[in-house]
């Protein structure tokens, strides 16, 4: 288990521990994979930040449909979609099991633990509110206060508690989608009825209003289109009140959805991963080969036939709720590829021009990724440019060409003179209740 404690077995030097993780006990693959995944979760999140929010799962609502931009979302559906959130979710896990052991024995281990867990919540409050209604601070927070107990449990444990999570998503999906299949069945013959000349029921006629509303709600006519367009690219409050709409909808929803179960299933297996040292960067390059032949070579295909039955069914939301029974297991299989391809890069010499820079930009995850909602909210809201709902689905990823390019390059100059990132540096000083020192000596 590659997990460096900052006091020795037996010691009482608590003072010493309680303190941020120096620059020689970092595990830099680790940060990699970190700087790897919030780069790639740009690539998900650009669609929500530029376009109607149907335009993420169904291309056909906004973006543009046809030509390179369906290509675009099927080849992102396949490598990206969900991927690399559950590599981030991963990689969480991972570290959370790195800042208790370094905790280990403290009598107020539970207190840093949870202070830093709250801190994390408000942050993403505010960043949600202010920035990105799709933030994961907020999520990852509320998941993380149910990890602690689980930091002793042995990998086994783990991945059967994670695999319990997994399957519960798989079958909340396929509920939700035999829902759906009833509401739009029900709602298409209120509507042959009423077209008929019959007199509705109660019930056909609330059947067929949920039915109008899924269209619309999936397929906004030009007029809708404009009209939320014209709330994101209104005034700031405007766009307040347009997020807060949003983020309220998504936050409503209880504890155990199967949106926080998707993640706190990856944290729960980052765990176990990390406990068997698989994250670590300290195995062997043949097992870093294998891991990435072994889950391409099954999430790749899994995820194209995926991703292939839904165009073919014109993002038909029945199709997509059936097809959410495996995507956990797709999901993660890819993930495991991605994982086991920037782990082997990591020990290739003649990459470490690029996984040096990913490692910066992991280690400054929290700047970085608020850096990404700054910059899309000035792009695309009416903060700055207004460009949401302008652009071609193609369009939108040079924005996420520059800031992958601003970041690679700018972390690791910034990293050379301080020792965190500014977000890193508030976060930390809040959880130990103490100023951080900001430059390197």
Same mark, same amino acid.
């Given at each position: 288990?590659?997990?460096?404690?900052?006091?020795?077995?037996?010691?009482?030097?608590?003072?010493?521990?309680?303190?941020?993780?120096?620059?020689?006990?970092?595990?830099? &693959?680790?940060?990699?994979?970190?700087?790897?995944?919030?780069?790639?979760?740009?690539?998900?999140?650009?669609?929500? =930040?530029? @376009?109607?929010?149907?335009?993420?799962?169904?291309?056909?609502?906004?973006?543009?449909?046809?030509?390179?931009?369906?290509?675009?979302? =099927?080849?992102?559906?396949?490598?990206?979609?969900?991927?690399?959130?559950?590599? =981030?979710?991963?990689?969480?896990?991972?570290?959370?099991?790195?800042?208790?052991?370094?905790?280990?024995?403290?009598?107020?281990?539970?207190?840093?633990? +949870?202070?830093?867990?709250?801190?994390? %919540?408000?942050?993403?409050? #505010?960043?949600?509110?202010?920035?990105?209604?799709?933030?994961?601070?907020?999520?990852?927070?509320?998941?993380?206060?149910?990890?602690? &107990?689980?930091?002793?449990?042995?990998?086994?444990? %783990?991945?059967? %508690?994670?695999?319990?999570?997994?399957?519960?998503?798989?079958?909340?999906?396929?509920?939700?989608?035999?829902?759906?299949?009833?509401?739009?069945?029900?709602?298409?013959?209120?509507?042959?009825?009423?077209?008929?000349?019959?007199?509705?029921?109660?019930?056909?006629?609330?059947?067929?209003?949920?039915?109008?509303?899924?269209?619309?709600?999936?397929?906004?006519?030009?007029?809708?289109?404009?009209?939320?367009?014209?709330?994101?690219?209104?005034?700031?409050?405007?766009?307040?009140?347009?997020?807060?709409?949003?983020?309220?909808?998504?936050?409503? #929803?209880?504890?155990?959805?199967?949106?926080?179960?998707?993640?706190?299933?990856?944290?729960?297996?980052?765990?176990?991963?990390?406990?068997?040292?698989?994250?670590?960067?300290?195995?062997?390059?043949? @097992?870093?080969?294998?891991?990435?032949?072994?889950?391409?070579?099954?999430?790749? &295909?899994?995820?194209?036939?995926?991703?292939?039955?839904?165009?073919?069914?014109?993002?038909?939301?029945?199709?997509?709720? +059936?097809?959410?029974?495996?995507?956990?297991?797709?999901?993660?299989?890819?993930?495991?590829?991605? #994982?086991?391809?920037?782990?082997?890069?990591?020990?290739?010499?003649?990459?470490?021009?690029?996984?040096?820079?990913?490692?910066?930009?992991?280690?400054?995850?929290?700047?970085?990724?608020?850096?990404?909602?700054? #910059?899309?909210?000035?792009?695309?809201?009416?903060?700055?440019?207004?460009?949401?709902?302008?652009?071609?689905?193609?369009?939108?990823?040079?924005?996420?060409?520059?800031?992958?390019?601003?970041?690679?390059?700018?972390?690791?100059?910034?990293?050379?003179?301080?020792? =965190?990132?500014?977000?890193?540096?508030?976060?930390?000083?809040?959880?130990?209740?103490?100023?951080?020192?900001?430059?390197?000596?």
């Amino acid at each position: 288990m590659p997990v460096s404690t900052a006091v020795p077995p037996g010691s009482t030097d608590y003072a010493e521990a309680a303190r941020p993780i120096g620059a020689t006990e970092r595990l830099t &693959p680790l940060d990699t994979l970190r700087g790897f995944a919030l780069l790639g979760i740009l690539l998900m999140n650009i669609v929500g =930040f530029a @376009f109607y929010h149907e335009a993420y799962d169904n291309p056909t609502a906004a973006g543009g449909s046809t030509g390179i931009n369906l290509w675009l979302w =099927f080849f992102l559906h396949v490598v990206a979609e969900g991927k690399m959130r559950c590599l =981030f979710s991963l990689v969480f896990g991972a570290s959370v099991i790195l800042l208790t052991s370094r905790m280990e024995g403290r009598p107020d281990a539970a207190d840093i633990y +949870y202070r830093r867990t709250l801190w994390l %919540l408000l942050f993403g409050i #505010v960043h949600s509110f202010l920035l990105w209604q799709g933030e994961i601070l907020y999520p990852y927070a509320i998941c993380s206060f149910a990890l602690y &107990p689980f930091r002793r449990l042995k990998p086994r444990g %783990l991945i059967v %508690l994670a695999a319990v999570l997994v399957v519960y998503c798989g079958t909340f999906y396929s509920i939700q989608a035999w829902t759906t299949q009833g509401k739009i069945e029900s709602g298409r013959a209120a509507v042959a009825k009423a077209e008929r000349g019959g007199k509705l029921t109660v019930d056909e006629q609330e059947a067929r209003l949920e039915w109008e509303k899924l269209v619309k709600g999936r397929n906004p006519g030009p007029e809708a289109l404009e009209k939320d367009a014209a709330e994101w690219r209104g005034n700031p409050l405007q766009v307040i009140q347009a997020r807060g709409a949003v983020v309220l909808l998504w936050t409503s #929803v209880p504890w155990y959805h199967a949106w926080n179960m998707d993640i706190l299933s990856m944290m729960l297996l980052g765990m176990a991963m990390m406990k068997l040292g698989v994250l670590g960067g300290g195995k062997s390059v043949s @097992f870093h080969a294998a891991l990435a032949t072994a889950g391409y070579g099954i999430g790749l &295909p899994l995820h194209t036939l995926n991703g292939w039955a839904i165009i073919q069914s014109n993002f038909n939301p029945v199709t997509q709720g +059936y097809a959410g029974a495996v995507y956990d297991l797709g999901r993660f299989t890819v993930a495991c590829g991605h #994982v086991g391809l920037v782990l082997l890069l990591c020990q290739v010499e003649a990459f470490r021009w690029l996984t040096d820079r990913l490692a910066a930009v992991g280690q400054m995850a929290l700047t970085n990724y608020l850096t990404h909602s700054v #910059v899309c909210a000035l792009v695309f809201t009416g903060y700055g440019a207004g460009l949401y709902g302008r652009l071609e689905r193609y369009q939108a990823y040079y924005v996420v060409l520059a800031l992958w390019l601003f970041q690679l390059i700018v972390s690791p100059m910034w990293l050379r003179r301080f020792r =965190f990132g500014p977000a890193e540096r508030c976060w930390r000083s809040l959880t130990y209740w103490q100023r951080q020192s900001m430059r390197r000596v």
